[in-house]
């Protein structure tokens, strides 16, 4: 064996890794010794932005289509045409007007393209007859029973001529500063029940409530007297006579199990959990009368949408069919400090209002004045518009021996109740009319009519022959012939044919 294997270490075996070197000592901050002072102000003053209010995040509920609402916009599509065309004849003398200067106002109907007038007159025989007068003079003119409606109408409205005072004072004393322009005003007339001419009569004639003043932009209608009595919201009664029915409830002799606090939706709306506990804490806020001052009330906050709520709530109850256009409370964003956003803050509320998307434009309801399409309370100029949409439904051409449609019974039913007895009208004639191309193309069946001269009614102006009162998509009309005795026919004569209206057929 190796020797040197046998012999043992002569040292300690070296270690793996060196030590690790001391920390080299910190080195002074040189700043130390510099005096400190304080700091000295600007030589100017500075500008400071100031902070945007804190928005209130609202969360969004979906909304969702409700076909009894949407039909109540879609059967007035006719009726709209139909007092367009009335009020542009009611202000021309005698109430007659020639087909020549319809022709001027094709713009205000909003009709783009050129379309046989006389045609669409002839669609609607129960408000509108056409006469002759000369060769080339076709006029047209209300029906007697379209007349009495007017006339009941304009009578009608005379005499509530006290609401429509009660009406524009309530909405004056919501406003923020009491006073509004009269064209803004304008936009809710019909909605209101106001009579056309409100300025020069409605203003000027009751002083001691409001007077005409100047504005920035116009004139505008300021209010003079302020009433406490008037200035209870709709919503108010409602929740007395609701707290004086649930106290004689409590009073009757059958003990009844206890009442949770829960959200009463209308029948047919379905929210989600998260939507319904929204609602049901938005209720649970004391509630604002819209007549009380909100200028104390900070923008985008829960307590404005609360108060805006209310006073749209109140525009809606003094409206004669509870309902209007967006676009007419997006007017008054000014007076009562509404949100940019109205339409998605109405939404946001599908207990109290529904937004229908039909037309033109949008439209807001009531909800709770609307059970299945018909309103629960319908006053006389409620029941006027719905004899006229009644005369509106008459059909051109009667069916003769097949079932009638709904629309055409209630046109033909309407029409024999107005003949015998004596009726009242009104008309709700928005700015802007619904689909008026779309309806127009309906009722001409579809076709193109650009080679149409809009003028008289027939195709050429310089055409010599007569005006034609047929239309290209009507059949022509059968003339039933009878078979009537003669006098002498128990002698052996035979039958002389007859018209229906008794002339004498003649022989060939």
């Not at 009104?426 to 191309?437: C, H, K, N, T, V």
């Amino acid at each position: 064996m190796d020797a040197k294997l046998l012999l043992p270490f002569p040292s300690a075996p070296a270690a793996l890794h060196p030590p690790a070197p001391a920390a080299a000592p910190k080195s002074l901050f040189l700043g130390t010794s510099l005096p400190l002072h304080p700091r000295a102000p600007p030589p100017f003053p500075l500008r400071l932005r100031p902070r945007p209010p804190v928005v209130v995040a609202q969360a969004a509920v979906k909304r969702r289509k409700e076909v009894p609402f949407d039909n109540v916009i879609q059967r007035d599509k006719k009726l709209k045409i139909v007092l367009k065309l009335r009020n542009i004849l009611v202000a021309q003398p005698d109430r007659v007007m020639s087909l020549r200067d319809l022709g001027r106002f094709r713009r205000d109907l909003g009709l783009t393209r050129k379309r046989r007038l006389i045609a669409l007159l002839k669609r609607f025989p129960g408000v509108f007859e056409i006469v002759e007068e000369g060769v080339y003079s076709l006029k047209f003119r209300l029906t007697p029973a379209a007349e009495r409606l007017y006339l009941d109408e304009l009578h009608l409205k005379n005499e509530s001529e006290g609401l429509a005072v009660t009406k524009l004072r309530k909405l004056l004393m919501m406003s923020q500063e009491k006073r509004i322009l009269i064209e803004k005003i304008a936009h809710l007339k019909h909605d209101l029940g106001l009579p056309t001419e409100f300025r020069d009569t409605i203003c000027l004639r009751y002083p001691q409530y409001f007077r005409v003043v100047r504005m920035d932009r116009g004139p505008g209608l300021e209010l003079t007297h302020w009433d406490p009595e008037l200035a209870v919201s709709a919503a108010e009664i409602a929740e007395e006579e609701n707290r004086a029915r649930e106290a004689e409830e409590r009073n009757l002799i059958i003990d009844r199990p206890l009442k949770f606090n829960r959200v009463k939706l209308p029948k047919g709306l379905k929210l989600t959990r998260g939507e319904s506990r929204r609602i049901a804490q938005f209720k649970e806020m004391p509630y604002i009368s819209p007549y009380a001052d909100f200028s104390h009330l900070r923008s985008g906050s829960a307590e404005k949408e609360k108060h805006a709520c209310g006073v749209v709530h109140e525009i809606l109850s003094l409206t004669v069919e509870k309902r209007t256009l967006v676009d007419h409370l997006t007017h008054f964003r000014e007076e009562f400090r509404f949100s940019q956003s109205l339409r998605g803050m109405i939404i946001r509320h599908p207990d109290m209002f529904y937004v229908s998307f039909k037309g033109d434009r949008d439209s807001v309801f009531l909800r709770e004045a609307y059970k299945d399409s018909q309103l629960v309370e319908k006053n006389k100029l409620v029941l006027l518009k719905e004899k006229m949409r009644a005369l509106v439904a008459v059909p051109r051409f009667p069916r003769r021996g097949g079932a009638w449609t709904s629309e055409e019974a209630e046109g033909a039913n309407g029409a024999t109740q107005l003949s015998n007895e004596g009726s009242d009208g009104e008309y709700d004639e928005d700015e802007g009319l619904s689909d008026m191309e779309d309806l127009i193309s309906e009722l001409s069946g579809g076709k193109s009519d650009a080679d149409y001269e809009w003028g008289d009614g027939w195709f050429g102006e310089n055409d010599d022959s007569p005006p034609d009162f047929a239309d290209d998509d009507s059949s022509p009309q059968e003339v039933k012939v009878t078979m009537k005795n003669a006098d002498g026919s128990a002698n052996g004569r035979a039958p002389v044919p007859v018209f229906p209206d008794g002339r004498p057929r003649e022989r060939w």
